[in-house]
């Protein structure tokens, strides 16, 4: 890997050749007061100095819906596998949401290839940016807070008079070399990025209090806390928490037909695992009754039964839960109230 | 054989009678596939013969009882057409005060020439078997009930809330702009129409099956609505719900 650096107006003209050349581009820009990946026009659109846009840019890879397949009835049905997965540059993708996209790569990528999740990763390019968290972010305790250098192509970080440019790919290394001025890193170029780093960790101030390697079996002891009573009476069913997930990745496949009902289409959708329907099954017999049940799975899911799969936490603390759960129901507080318990009970 | 419809309309203010009539092409592919006998709205010829039943509005008066069962005995399908068919609509909050009352400011003076009783969905009254929500229904949705209903499918509603669609649609919550919203109890199936132009969901979709209307409740307190701003709220769109009382 290598880092250079750019002069603070050379960002502004990268981002304004790439809008200029590349097919599509797309970024942080605002919307009533909050902040959203969209198309950039220009580079006036783009707004870096944000902390979590409403959607992750999964909703790129894992459109909330999307169609599969065209087909028309009759004997043989007509079947036609549809693709879309249009050239894109997303810029300025914050660590957690890196890691977001790790984990959504393991969820359709690993054991069942999802075509469609594969062909559109391929076309995408990532431009990763450092950020500054608010009160909800916890990045930190569940070591999502640095960009790993297999997670981007490029990846931006303002150290005050200079912005260094890590180059994760071949693919970053050639779009910096066609649309940038950059240097040579200097050893205080170094020395700033780390005290920008070490800025951002100490500005974490929300976090679990325990190793994350510990959740599992935090987690293990604490399934018939009343702690899930509670939150299950809060609890809206609402699937916000689901929806804003850049690490939930479970969907609902349906066909919708066209007046002709002859022809028709397989869309999926997403689906959340807080949805009041969502463990029903043929017959009708629901396996997660209870709210309470559904936000412990959902606990479970991110904590415990995929971090043993895949050795890391499925959350990766961006915290837009917290942020968007009517009822306040959030991982520190939850996973922090658990470990609590748990310690009362041992002595 | 195309099914044979009618359309009929009780208590209400026949706007979803007209999203029926606005669905234009989408219209006119409808009724090459059903052969409509009867619609007191777009057409003058009438016949009974019927097998899908639309029918919009509330029961609001004890002449209209008759009526429906009449109807429900016709038709082999019979489908609450709007909120006022499905949950009693706005009609039913005229439940929470006097008849009398209520009479009184409708037809102020003229009020002893009117009979009127508490406004009920169809379902008070006769077995529904599919609805189409909201004030007034969605086109896009009612296309999807009536193509559901030749297929000879019971057309599935959403079970979950309007947040879903607006969480996808990737609405700023209008909780974050000083507004409460109905959304989260409430049906979806609009695709968040109202939270998508920045105004809060009123709920006229009707509740979901499962809604956490305690929980709903200390939320819009949090957010500075007084116990009458709340009832109110629950009792415009799903009033004859047993957590609007
Ligand atoms: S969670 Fe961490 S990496 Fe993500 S936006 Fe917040 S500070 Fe940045
Ligand atoms: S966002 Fe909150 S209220 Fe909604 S389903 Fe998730 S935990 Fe429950
Ligand atoms: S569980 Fe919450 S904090 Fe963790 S990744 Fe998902 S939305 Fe972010
Ligand atoms: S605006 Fe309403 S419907 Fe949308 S997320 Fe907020 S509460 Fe739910
Ligand atoms: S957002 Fe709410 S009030 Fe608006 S159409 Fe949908 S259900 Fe009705």
Redesign the pocket.
Known sequence: MTLRVMEKGDLASFVERLIASEPGAVGPVRKDGKHVFARLASVEDLDLAYTTTLLPPKKYLFPPQETLLRFRLGAPPVVEPVLEAPPLVVIGVHP?DLR?IWATDRAFGDDHVDTNYRARREAITLIGADCLPDE?C?CTS?GSHLPEPASFDLFVTDIGDAVTVEIGSERGRALLERYARSREATAADLAGLQKRRHAKEAAVKARLNVDVQMLPLLLESVSTSPLWEQLGAKCLSCGN?NL?????YCFDVGDLMQLNLEEGERIRRWDGCTLVDFATVAGGHNFRREAKSRVRH?YYR?FQYLMTRYGRS?????????RSCLAHI??PETINALLAEAEREEA | MRPKVAVFDFGCCEGCQLQLVNLEEALLDLVGLVDVRQWREAMSEHADDYEIALVEGSITRESEIPRLEAIRRQAKVLVALGACAHTGGINAMKNHMPMEQALEIVYGDKARWFDTIPARPLSAYVPVDAAVPGCPVDRQELVEVVKALLMGVTPALPTYPVCVECKMAENVCVFDLGLTCMGPVTRAGCRARCPSNGNRCLGCRGLVPEPNANAHKEILAEHGRTVEDILAEYRMFVSSAEVAQ
Do not use: A, I, M
């Not at chain 1, 804003?244 to 939930?248: D, F, G, K, L, N």
């Not at chain 1, 499925?314 to 917290?322: A, I, K, V």
């Open positions: 957690c977001g909800h916890f569940v928490c804003v997930c850049p690490t939930c959902r991110k499925f959350c990766t603390g961006c915290g837009r839960c917290s959030n991982p």
